[in-house]
């Protein structure tokens, strides 16, 4: 299988940004020029959720929840997830895989919000 390789996470204040990328192997790389990329996150308790997407054609969608405070780019072989104005409620642990889930899930980067 192949690994999706997740890393920028951390533990910032409430308002502060974080930086997520998604090292893509050959693959993936197909599958973000083929299908496109997610950004999901899975909190304490909860279901794991899609929160952004990247298509194809460059068109993007966000959770009502992190509307207009994430965005999603790519480039070559990285997906990234800017997050700003972090809220306590975005605390979860985030993956990155294809909008239909294809790959095997990685181990995710734990992005903590707090005071």
């Known amino acids: 299988q192949v690994q999706l390789v997740e890393s920028g996470g951390g533990e910032v204040q409430p308002g502060g940004s974080l930086r997520l990328s998604c090292a893509a192997s050959?693959?993936?790389?197909?599958?973000?020029?083929?299908?496109?990329m997610g950004w999901y996150r899975q909190a304490p308790g909860k279901q794991r959720e899609l929160v952004a997407t990247?298509?194809?054609?460059?068109n993007t969608n966000y959770a009502d929840s992190v509307k207009g405070r994430f965005t999603i780019s790519r480039n070559k072989n990285t997906v990234y997830l800017q997050m700003n104005s972090l809220k306590p409620e975005d605390t979860a642990v985030y993956y990155c895989?294809?909008?239909?889930?294809?790959?095997?899930w990685g181990q995710g980067t734990q992005v903590t919000v707090s005071s």
């Open positions: 895989n294809t909008p239909n889930a294809v790959y095997s």
């Open positions: 050959g693959s993936i790389f197909f599958s973000i020029v083929t299908m496109g």
């Open positions: 990247i298509t194809s054609g460059e």
